[in-house]
Each structure stands twice: as structure tokens, then as C-alpha cells.
């Protein structure tokens, strides 16, 4: 069926909110690849600082930023979303000026905590004002290219973060935030335009977002600090069973609060639900793959770290270059099943560096399974965000893309944390140890968002929530 025509104008200007909004955009998605690739550099520079504590530098940033992402959407509805977008990034600039000057791991635990605040504000905001902009019938679109924007400086961040500390060493990743953090501000305030809400909403269960925070914390220091403690040691075994427990309380709790910091009534949408499982279960294995990378290239193969940033850089590239693409082809096909084909090739990918794990060096084969990868995730993320969006109603989109985010935040602090603790310290020199097992979960989590996009293509009605 062909589409309705759509004003030249309207398009434009979409076109250049998208364009300020990716800028604003660029060091926070950049941020989330460098610090894998610097990881290595980290370890030179805190010695003294355990596999476990050194995992809290990467999951401070992402539990934090889960607990706080919801909160960030309504604030942005009571500031007004310009507004929001504007402190969140001048947050996260300061936060990466203090993480440059860090002096200890805690300092630097701290500084990637309030750079997660930072993007509570601004990844909502951001998300809304580049989907409002765009009409219906080209949200796809807008959002496979915003989406695809996340991606390229997710690809250019393992080469970059590898080339910085080539050059100087970790510190410089976090400088580097602080020009385009003062750059996005100048082009927000002359180009992206003011926008409240009609009715000042109110904030949501603070409580509940605490919740969020100790549950997602708790299982995270569980999974980390096992290996360090053993499983049966009393406070992992209180985190183990504690964590579960504080987040089902919160999903009690979320159906009966008037104002659920995740609100459950956006779950009847099918579309909203499964792509929010899938963002979930592709986010573990996406960025659990990021740390089993790292540690395979510099352990193992004894790689330096930006001989191991530029191989994993096509992962990112081809993610960028899908995305765009995904989003633009499930405007016009549907986009489960890019999911289901993207999900697919991902777990190719992972089954194909598992298959030819070894201490010598491949590279061959190393190159042609993250490309594979790549190509899959960025089918998958692209078409995640558009079945999302699918079937919401325009006044809830701030709130549905902090769900979604924070389903991606989780997945990325599980995902660390799983890679953690199954890999440990079994890697050597030309010794593999445990990754064979790590393999298996990121597999494993292609195959199930694979499960979860072919339901999407089954029929099944709709259930509305009404939304006062």
C-alpha cells in the first residue's frame, strides 16, 4: 500500500532535530564501547584493584542509569524536554571531567555513576523529541537512524578508545566527552525548540526506583563477587536471594502504585512487551560478547589494546550500518522479522567464534564471525526500537523509550556481570579457560530473541491500556 505524501518541510526540520539530537547523543553511545576497550588499561593502572571491583567502573554507570531513566522521562515532561536533554548532557560532561581526574577506583565508581544520571536525562528526552518529530509513518525511520547514530559511535569507540590510550591512556576516553558535551549544548539551544507537557505530571515512586537500584544491584554483586567468595558465602547468598526478591515486590508493588516508576499498563501492548523482553535478553549477550572480546584478544592471543580496539571494531560498524537500514525496511515490511534474522546471525556469529577457539591466533576467522555478529545486531537493534514504538500512543513515547532503555541498561550490567564471573581469572596465555561457556550464553541469547521476534509475527490482538 502506498504511503501518504508528507510535507518536504516537515521532513527537514525532522531531519535536523534528528541530526542535533544524535550529536547530543554521540559521546554517551560512544562512551558505552571505550570503556570496554580501555578496561585492559584500567587494570595497568589500579593493580591492586580486584576483577570484581574493577566491573563496578562499567556497572556503576548502567544499574545506576536503570534505577534513574524512568524518573529522567517525567522530568523532562515537568522541565520541558530541551531543558532535561540540556542538564542531562551538561551532567554527563562534568561526570566525565571527573572521571578523567579520578585518583582511585572508588573516585572513578562515583564519577560513571553520575554519568548514568546524566543519561537518564538526556537518552528519554532525546529519544521523544526525535520521535515526535517525525511523522507516524516514518517513526521507523527516524528511529532506526537515531538508533543507527548510537551505533556508529559505538563503532568508532573501540578504535578511538584503543588509539587514545595508545597515545596517552584511559584518562583521555573521559576527556574527550567534555568538547562534545559543549558543542551539543550550543546547537540544542539555538536549533531544538522548548515542549512541556499540558498537565505537569508528577513523579513517579521514587521507592520504586530505589527497588530498581538495590534489586538489579544486589544479583550484580551476587554474580561478581562470587567467584571471589564462593556461592555460599552469606552476603553473595543474601544478594542472590534478596536481589529477586526486592524486584518482584517492585512488580507487586508497580501494579498497585498510582504512579509505577515502570508502568505495567504498557506491557498489554504485545508489540511493547516482547520487543522490551527481547531488548532485555540481546542486551546481555551484545555486551557480555564486548568484555569476552577484550579479555580473549589481550589474554589469550596477548594482542595490545589497540591491535584488540581495532578488532572489534567492525561488530560496531556493521551495527551502525544495519540499524539504519532495519529501521528503514520495518517501516515498510515489519520489523519481527529482521529481528528473528538478525537474532539468527548473531548466534552464527557467536557459534562460529566458539567452534574455532584456540590459544594461536586466527584472524580470519575472528574477522568474518564479528562481522556476521555486527550484521545481526544491527538488524536486531534497529528493528527492536521500531517494534517498540509500534503501537504506542505519542503521549507515552518519553516513558515507553525509558523502559526500553532501562531494559538495555539491565541487560548491560547482567551481561558484565555473567562474563565476570564465568570467565574469572581462567585465561592465560594461549589458555582459553572458561570462555567456551561464556560462548554458550551469548549464544544463547540470540536464539531466545530469535523465540521472542517470531512471536511478534504471530497474531494477536491488542490490549489498549487507557492512559490517564
Not at 73 to 85: K, N, P, Y
Not at 154 to 168: D, F, I, Q, R
Not at 249 to 277: C, D, Q, T
Not at 308 to 325: R, Y
Request: hydrophobic share 55%.
Amino acid at each position: 500500500m502506498q504511503q501518504a505524501a508528507i510535507d518536504p518541510a516537515v521532513m527537514r526540520r525532522a531531519w535536523l532535530v534528528l541530526v542535533v539530537v544524535s550529536l547530543a547523543s554521540f559521546q554517551t553511545a560512544m562512551s558505552l564501547s571505550i570503556i570496554f576497550v580501555v578496561y585492559a588499561d584500567l587494570k595497568e593502572s589500579f593493580p591492586d584493584a580486584s576483577e570484581a571491583e574493577l566491573s563496578w567502573i562499567i556497572n556503576s554507570f548502567t544499574i545506576v542509569g536503570a534505577a534513574t531513566l524512568v524518573i529522567g522521562g517525567v522530568l523532562g515532561e515537568r522541565w520541558g524536554r530541551r531543558r532535561t536533554l540540556m542538564a542531562g548532557i551538561a551532567v554527563f560532561t562534568l561526570a566525565s571531567a571527573g572521571a578523567a581526574l579520578a585518583p582511585s577506583t572508588g573516585v572513578l565508581i562515583v564519577a560513571r555513576a553520575l554519568q548514568g544520571i546524566g543519561t537518564s536525562l538526556s537518552l528519554p528526552m532525546g529519544a521523544a523529541i526525535v520521535i515526535d518529530a517525525f511523522p507516524v509513518s516514518r517513526r521507523g525511520t527516524g528511529v532506526g537512524a537515531w538508533s543507527a547514530n548510537g551505533a556508529v559511535a559505538a563503532a568508532m569507540g573501540p578504535s578511538v578508545g584503543a588509539l587514545l590510550v595508545h597515545v596517552g591512556d584511559w584518562r583521555w576516553a573521559f576527556w574527550m566527552n567534555v568538547p562534545f558535551g559543549v558543542i551539543a549544548l550550543v546547537f540544542i539551544r539555538k536549533v531544538i525548540q522548548e515542549h512541556r507537557s499540558p498537565q505537569t505530571p508528577e513523579l513517579p515512586d521514587r521507592l520504586g526506583a530505589l527497588m530498581v537500584l538495590a534489586g538489579v544491584g544486589a544479583m550484580v554483586f551476587a554474580l561478581v563477587q562470587s567467584r571471589e567468595w564462593s556461592w555460599i558465602h552469606p552476603v553473595v547468598l543474601t544478594t542472590l536471594i534478596g536481589g529477586p526478591l526486592v524486584l518482584v515486590l517492585l512488580a507487586w508493588r508497580s501494579m498497585r502504585h498510582r504512579l509505577p516508576v515502570i508502568e505495567p499498563r504498557l506491557f498489554r501492548f504485545k508489540s511493547f512487551r516482547l520487543g522490551n523482553y527481547g531488548m532485555l535478553v540481546f542486551s546481555i549477550a551484545f555486551f557480555g560478547h564486548q568484555l569476552v572480546g577484550v579479555n580473549y584478544l589481550t589474554i589469550v592471543w596477548e594482542l595490545t589494546i589497540f591491535e584488540a580496539g581495532l578488532l572489534l571494531t567492525p561488530v560496531f560498524v556493521f551495527t551502525g550500518l544495519l540499524s539504519a537500514l532495519s529501521g528503514r525496511w520495518a517501516d515498510r515490511w515489519g520489523p519481527a522479522r529482521f529481528v528473528v534474522a538478525g537474532s539468527l546471525m548473531w548466534t552464527g556469529g557467536m557459534v562460529w567464534q566458539w567452534a574455532t577457539l584456540a590459544g594461536q591466533e586466527d584472524l580470519v576467522a575472528w574477522v568474518l564471525s564479528v562481522t556476521l555478529a555486527g550484521i545481526g545486531s544491527g538488524l536486531v537493534w534497529g528493528s527492536l526500537f521500531a517494534v517498540m514504538v509500534a503501537d504506542l500512543p505519542s503521549d507515552v513515547l518519553a516513558s515507553g523509550s525509558s523502559v526500553l532503555q532501562t531494559m538495555m541498561r539491565v541487560g548491560n550490567a547482567f551481561g558484565v556481570a555473567l562474563a565476570v564471573t564465568i570467565i574469572g581469572a581462567s585465561l592465560a596465555v594461549g589458555q582459553i579457560g572458561n570462555l567456551g561457556t561464556s560462548y554458550i550464553m551469548l549464544a544463547a541469547g540470540g536464539a531466545v530473541t530469535a523465540v521472542l521476534g517470531f512471536r511478534c509475527t504471530r497474531p494477536g490482538g491488542q490490549q489498549a491500556p487507557t492512559f490517564q
